[in-house]
């Protein structure tokens, strides 16, 4: 995510996952120190499921929605799930699955919160019945220069805001993750400000893309990919769908967000898949595709709002999106 990329002098792009910046090689090395004693018995041993946990390759019924399916080959279940970013449980792409399991997501709440006339506090499985669940199948594109393509299962995150119902100084919405250092070790890193924080704008936040994701695969969410409930903003870079989410609060003013907090100048809070603007670090024209796409082969093209332009460009006329990126 703040991978630093540059150019090789013979003029071949290093990529940017295979860099290490100094601070977060610093960071990362106390990261395995802290890790290293819990090893010897003090924090993180692996831990038998919680009560009610459903087992990770647990099944969850789902009807395919016609509307939602890129034709993209889908990645595979074995990249999905071992090539993931989640800063909580480390900031190498193989950390969350090896570290992930610390997790325990029974019991466990939603609360939504602020600016409605109807706030509540969702236990997760009566939030699985809240609308019949549907799988979709989207693009997903980091903002470091890779994607995938992901079958997720979900429904509208419009299901829960309209059973909200929000007030009129309602503007925006925040989203956040849970934060306890007890169960995520990256936590004792302080390269985030935690809890990790996104958020949207109301109307991109009622779009029927956004999806409140509970599956993938047919199967509950995998811990690594943000369990029990997270976001997915199929058209913004991956990082503004925040995982493992506790809350969900509307608000009046644009809520601060944990990538633009870091560096303000390279995560903007719009963050929307755009191929003509670059990262100040590297350019985002072209992407590579996680299993199909060889570190030697071309890298394919990013498309504008990562393909999804004829459902969500109107969400943004008249900005400029060179501005508010
Ligand atoms: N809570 C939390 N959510 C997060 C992140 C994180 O570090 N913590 N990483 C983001 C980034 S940068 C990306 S690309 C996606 C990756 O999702 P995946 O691992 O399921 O592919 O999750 C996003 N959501
Ligand atoms: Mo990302």
Redesign the pocket.
């Known amino acids: ?1 703040l991978i630093k990329s540059s150019a090789r002098l013979d003029g071949s792009d290093i990529p940017a996952s295979e860099i290490t910046p100094r601070g977060v090689f610093e960071r990362r090395r106390q990261l395995l120190l802290a890790a290293g004693a819990s090893a010897a018995g003090l924090a993180f041993g692996r831990r038998a499921f919680a009560a009610n946990e459903p087992a990770d390759s647990a099944k969850l019924a789902a009807t395919p929605n016609p509307k939602f399916q890129v034709t993209d080959k889908p990645t595979s279940l074995k990249d ?1 799930t071992s090539y ?5 449980f480390g900031t190498d792409k193989g950390d ?1 699955v090896q570290n992930a399991h610390s997790l325990q997501t029974r019991p466990w709440t939603v609360s939504v919160e602020g600016e409605v006339h109807n706030p509540k506090t969702y236990a997760i499985d009566d939030l699985l019945k809240l609308a019949p669940l549907e799988e979709r199948t989207y693009r ?1 594109r ?2 470091e220069g890779w994607s ?1 393509v992901i079958p997720w299962t979900g429904f509208s995150l419009a299901e829960i805001i309209k059973r909200a119902q929000p007030t009129g100084n309602a503007k925006y919405v925040q989203f956040i ?1 849970l934060a306890d250092p007890k169960q995520m070790p990256g936590l004792s890193s302080n390269i985030l400000d935690w809890p ?1 924080s996104e958020g949207l704008r109301m109307d991109e936040a009622m779009h029927p893309l956004t999806l409140l994701t509970v599956g993938l695969y047919g199967q509950v969410l995998p811990k ?3 369990a029990p409930v997270r976001i997915i903003v199929p058209w913004k870079y ?2 503004k ?4 989410i506790v809350k969900i609060r509307f608000v009046e003013k644009e809520p601060p967000t944990s990538w633009n907090k870091y560096a303000p100048n390279e995560y903007g809070f719009y963050s929307n898949v755009n191929p003509q603007v670059d990262h100040p670090r590297w350019s985002q024209a072209t992407e590579r595709r996680i299993g199909d796409d060889g570190f030697f082969s071309p890298k394919r093209p990013t498309l504008m709002f990562n393909g999804y332009g004829d459902q969500v460009a109107s969400l943004y006329q008249g900005m400029d999106l060179k501005k508010f990126y």
């Open positions: 995510m999905i993931n970013n989640f800063y909580e969350p997903l980091c903002v995938m993750s990790y690594q990919d943000g991956g990082f769908s925040a995982k493992s």
